[in-house]
């Protein structure tokens, strides 16, 4: 079994989790981004694959963030190609068709809480505490965190976030929207697998349009989005997990 730092799935039935393994702090390797990159195509083919978890390994810590000792051995040049790859691989997690629940536990600071803005859903415990230290380095956060936690909780709030590094208990980021559901310590990760559970059950057809109109309209002007919806709604009447689930209403009916 491969040992180190990895991004370890765990399928169970139509439902994986994503751990990110690399106790005790589950920081993000240079190494663990490539994977992601990697995974996420794998995920996206995978029809065995539903809906996705991510949670950190051992449940008691998300992810501290990327390993500055290893960025601090960057060039430049690589420094930028490294930034470059983990932006694309957390927007290509986060355009990914099937639904994804972070189950944030502990602390999730920098690139770690970077990841858990790209889910689709955020559930942390009482345990949680967010924050993006960056600032307090002479740094800023670099896997595109600025531009979703801004527009989350809006630019003067993300501002503030991102200046003072202040730590988040969960209770305050569920009253800032930055995690959708607060549960009591130890449960974020069953509540996680629970709602992909959910998600996983629904057709699959359906989860796509929807994930794809939500995302692609994010990207488009505000009437554009409408357009977006009709195309895919329509397309959706046609498609075969519609037309049987209608037949089986007509058959109760």
Same mark, same amino acid.
């Given at each position: 079994?491969?040992?180190?730092?990895?991004?370890?799935?765990?399928?169970?039935?139509?439902?994986?989790?994503?751990?990110?393994?690399?106790?005790?702090?589950?920081?993000?390797?240079?190494?663990?981004?490539?994977?992601?990159?990697?995974?996420?195509?794998?995920?996206?083919?995978?029809?065995?694959?539903?809906?996705?978890?991510?949670?950190?390994?051992?449940?008691?810590?998300?992810?501290?963030?990327?390993?500055?000792?290893?960025?601090?051995?960057? +060039? !430049?040049? @690589? /420094?930028?190609? #490294?930034?470059?790859?983990?932006? %694309? &691989? $957390?927007?290509?997690?986060?355009?990914?068709?099937?639904?994804?629940?972070?189950?944030?536990?502990?602390?999730?600071?920098?690139?770690?809480?970077?990841?858990?803005?790209?889910?689709?859903?955020?559930?942390?415990?009482?345990?949680?505490?967010?924050?993006?230290?960056?600032?307090?380095?002479?740094?800023?956060?670099?896997?595109?965190?600025?531009?979703?936690?801004?527009?989350?909780?809006?630019?003067?709030?993300?501002?503030?976030?991102?200046?003072?590094?202040?730590?988040?208990?969960?209770?305050?980021?569920?009253?800032?929207?930055?995690?959708?559901?607060?549960? +009591? !310590?130890? @449960? /974020?990760?069953? #509540?996680?697998?629970?709602?992909? %559970? &959910? $998600?996983?059950?629904?057709?699959?057809?359906?989860?796509?349009?929807?994930?794809?109109?939500?995302?692609?309209?994010?990207?488009?002007?505000?009437?554009?989005?409408?357009?977006?919806?009709?195309?895919?709604?329509?397309?959706?009447?046609?498609?075969?997990?519609?037309?049987?689930?209608?037949?089986?209403?007509?058959?109760?009916?």
């Amino acid at each position: 079994m491969p040992s180190g730092p990895r991004l370890r799935i765990e399928k169970k039935g139509a439902t994986a989790v994503l751990w990110i393994d690399n106790p005790p702090r589950n920081a993000l390797r240079l190494s663990m981004i490539s994977d992601l990159a990697a995974r996420v195509p794998e995920i996206e083919k995978d029809d065995g694959i539903r809906a996705l978890v991510v949670a950190g390994s051992g449940g008691l810590v998300f992810s501290s963030g990327v390993d500055m000792e290893e960025w601090a051995k960057l +060039a !430049p040049k @690589e /420094a930028q190609e #490294q930034v470059t790859r983990g932006q %694309d &691989a $957390f927007w290509a997690f986060e355009h990914l068709t099937k639904p994804t629940v972070a189950a944030v536990t502990g602390v999730a600071r920098g690139a770690g809480a970077e990841l858990a803005l790209a889910c689709d859903i955020r559930i942390a415990d009482e345990t949680a505490i967010l924050s993006f230290p960056e600032a307090r380095i002479g740094w800023m956060p670099s896997h595109g965190g600025t531009a979703r936690l801004s527009k989350i909780i809006g630019r003067s709030k993300a501002l503030e976030l991102l200046l003072s590094g202040k730590e988040l208990p969960g209770l305050d980021a569920l009253r800032l929207a930055i995690v959708d559901h607060l549960t +009591a !310590p130890g @449960e /974020a990760i069953p #509540q996680a697998r629970a709602l992909a %559970d &959910a $998600f996983a059950e629904r057709p699959r057809s359906a989860v796509k349009a929807i994930k794809r109109t939500l995302a692609e309209g994010d990207e488009k002007p505000y009437r554009n989005r409408f357009l977006l919806e009709s195309q895919h709604a329509v397309q959706l009447l046609w498609d075969e997990d519609h037309r049987a689930a209608i037949a089986k209403l007509r058959g109760k009916s």
